[in-house]
């Protein structure tokens, strides 16, 4: 059973920094995109970052290129993506998603809340 | 970047009905367009890819159509369980992009 579960979550203040994990187990880790989508309180679902599975080429969202910088451990399983000069409209619930074969998001962790506020 | 335009935003229904939402992209996919269903505090889940194929669990009520940038996902007979938000998602180019969510509500 493929799960996905994210760490690292919490409050910040503006113009700092957090560090979110996820942790993937039940399919082989390097062979998957593994990507970072948000979700503003109740606000739709934002793409923000992508990562390949072996060559490690990324990709951002413009609202965070620059800031974010999103990264994979194929030894221990795991993605983080590393999130700096933090803004407001950084909070959301940021989910770790599986990528399938041609890019659809096949499973999806239950989600980190970081919330930006002074 | 692909901006995709959801409609409605917001969709009256009753159990038994049948219901069509509809997504249309800036540029065309290729039918590389995937739709999921959110239900409130829980993760998206995927439900069709490829534009039309549906993924293994999901109940074959739920079907999607369309190619080139405009697509659609009808839910042929409404259960209590369908009622949730739909979002379509293009993955043909970076940067993913969402549409801006569709709300069924009973």
């Known amino acids: 059973e493929v799960q996905l579960v994210e760490s690292g979550g919490g409050l910040v203040q503006p113009g700092g920094s957090l560090r979110l994990s996820c942790a993937a187990s039940g399919f082989t880790f390097s062979g998957n995109v593994m990507n970072w989508v948000r979700q503003a309180p109740g606000k739709g679902l934002e793409w923000v970052s992508a990562i390949s599975g072996l060559s490690g080429s990324s990709h951002y969202a413009a609202s965070v290129r620059g800031r974010f910088t999103i990264s994979r451990d194929n030894s221990m399983n795991t993605l983080s993506l590393e999130m700096s000069s933090l803004r407001v409209e950084d909070t959301a619930v940021y989910y770790c998603?599986?990528?399938?074969?041609?890019?659809?998001?096949?499973?999806w962790g239950q989600g980190a809340l970081v919330t930006v506020s002074a | 970047d692909i901006q995709m335009t959801q409609s409605p935003s917001t969709l009256s229904a009753s159990v038994g009905d049948r219901v069509t939402i509809t997504c249309r992209a800036s540029q065309t996919l290729s039918g590389w367009l995937a739709w999921y269903q959110q239900k409130p505090g829980k993760a998206p889940k995927l439900l069709i890819y490829?534009?039309?194929t549906l993924e293994s669990g999901v109940p074959s009520r739920f079907s999607g159509s369309g190619s080139g940038t405009e697509f659609s996902l009808t839910i042929s007979s409404l259960q209590p369980d369908d009622f949730a938000t739909y979002y379509c998602h293009q993955y043909s180019l970076y940067p993913y992009t969402f549409g801006q969510g569709t709300k069924l509500e009973i």
């Open positions: 490829k534009a039309s």
């Open positions: 998603a599986k990528g399938a074969a041609r890019g659809q998001l096949d499973a």
